[in-house]
């Protein structure tokens, strides 16, 4: 069972561990470190696909015809993903400064380049030639030319299974009106599934995207759990408790390691759907984004030891307290 993985493609430059940001005119040391590694939502799911041991993981995006586009593309080949970027001739790779100032939330500054120009023809194309099983789409808010087109992607691989994973939109949500009932899974933060549906309550906003067609709705809530649910059940399920480093990229690798665990058991959409699939999913999911929160940067910490290890310790308690409720 293959994976294409598409969104954006992006340098993240991360600075951690920051004692302050100095004032205007002042020089600070970056006490351990600059790092650079390849980012986006796109190769951030795919690298943590491929550290969980899952094969066959393919990683869309789109990078300018410069040498940090050449970087992203090695790296991301590197870790085991075969990349299969969109170049613009006309743009550059994006990147992404992240800055964590010890005992502050983190700070982006980042640049909307080559990253938001994937186009709906290449993704297809790139479809097409792979011929995946399983098919992630992120950056969903970010991609104009892809949101115009979701529909028909959706449409046109209507037999594979598919996990959308959005962001807060630049032009509103319209764009998931026509595709919604096409759509399988999908991932929202807590804030972008209010923004979405207008509902603070996690259960209403996913009855209200279960009306809409979409058959399994998973709201994240960082270090509150996630909620999740069906037309039929919704589930509740804690976070696993961790000491947090940096948040970067929690989201990612709880979609990777859903994604990774569905690989893993050939599970079908009729398998996914069943309440207690469901929630062995979450359970592996949240113990990915758990290791991720532990490390610097978005996949770092994101392999089968550290995820073993959270699910050896915590996978019991979390279970325990987990609530399934019929609808």
């Known amino acids: 069972m293959s994976i294409l993985c598409s969104g954006s493609f992006v340098a993240d430059i991360l600075v951690p561990d920051l004692p302050k940001i100095g004032p205007p005119g002042s020089l600070t040391y970056a006490p351990n470190g600059i790092h650079l590694s390849p ?157 979405l549906t207008e509902e603070n309550d996690p259960h209403k906003a996913i009855g209200k995207l279960n009306r809409g067609g979409i058959q399994l709705v998973i709201i994240s809530d960082a270090q509150k759990g996630v909620v999740a649910g069906t037309k039929l059940y919704h589930i509740e399920m804690p976070a696993y408790q961790v000491t947090q480093r940096d948040p970067t990229g929690a989201g990612d690798a709880l979609s990777a390691g859903i994604l990774g665990l569905i690989q893993r058991n050939n599970y079908s959409l009729d398998d996914i759907l069943d309440p207690e699939v469901i929630i062995e999913l979450l359970l592996y999911g949240q113990a990915a984004g758990a290791a991720c929160v532990t490390g610097l940067g978005a996949t770092t910490n994101v392999n089968m030891k550290n995820v073993k290890s959270i699910l050896k310790q915590q996978r019991d308690k979390v279970q325990s307290q987990t609530r399934m409720k019929r609808q």
């Open 39 to 195: 980012g986006g939502h796109s190769a951030n799911v795919a690298i943590n696909l491929a550290q969980l041991e899952a094969d066959n993981i393919y990683a869309v995006g789109s990078i300018g015809r410069d040498e940090m586009g050449k970087f992203l593309v090695e790296q991301i080949k590197n870790r085991g993903v075969c990349p299969l970027p969109e170049i613009q001739e006309n743009s550059t790779t994006a990147k992404n400064v992240a800055l964590l100032v010890k005992g502050e939330d983190r700070r982006y500054i980042s640049e909307l380049s080559a990253n938001s120009l994937l186009t709906s023809e290449h993704l297809i194309a790139s479809i097409r030639r792979v011929k995946p099983q399983l098919f992630y789409q992120g950056t969903l808010g970010g991609l104009p030319h892809i949101e115009k087109n979701l529909h028909d992607v959706l449409y046109d691989n209507k037999d594979v299974l598919n996990f959308i994973d959005v962001i807060m939109p630049s032009n509103g949500w319209g764009y998931l009106d026509s595709a919604t009932p096409l759509i399988h899974i999908l991932h929202a933060n807590q804030m972008e599934a209010y923004n």
